[in-house]
């Protein structure tokens, strides 16, 4: 059986086929983190919450670490967000 020879292919990937398969591994890589990303900022922003439920120096710890943890998962959001945009103009570039 050839390498093209309809859906059940069963040679190696063509140069397209590989570079789709890296465009949609890229794609669900940078989905993930984005959704890690905003799962970490959520976290973040109810570390306060948590801070004011309890006293002590917990409380402090848990203030004093919110809002780095909260540009942490921004930071990671920004990072998927900007991955997908790249690979959707890569997509273009190599398929018109």
């Known amino acids: 059986m050839s390498s093209t ?4 292919r069963m040679g190696p990937p063509g140069p397209e086929e590989g570079s789709l398969a890296q465009v949609r591994r890229g794609r669900a890589a940078a989905g993930r983190r ?5 799962a970490v900022m959520v976290v973040g922003a109810l570390l306060p919450v948590l801070a004011s439920v309890l006293d ?3 409380a402090t710890a848990l203030w004093l670490v919110s809002m780095p943890t909260c540009l942490a998962g921004a930071s990671l959001a920004a990072v998927g967000v900007l991955r997908l945009r790249s690979l959707r103009s890569r997509l273009h570039e190599d398929w018109g």
């Open 34 to 38: 984005v959704w890690v990303g905003a």
């Open 5 to 8: 020879s309809g859906p059940g």
């Open 56 to 58: 002590g120096g917990g």
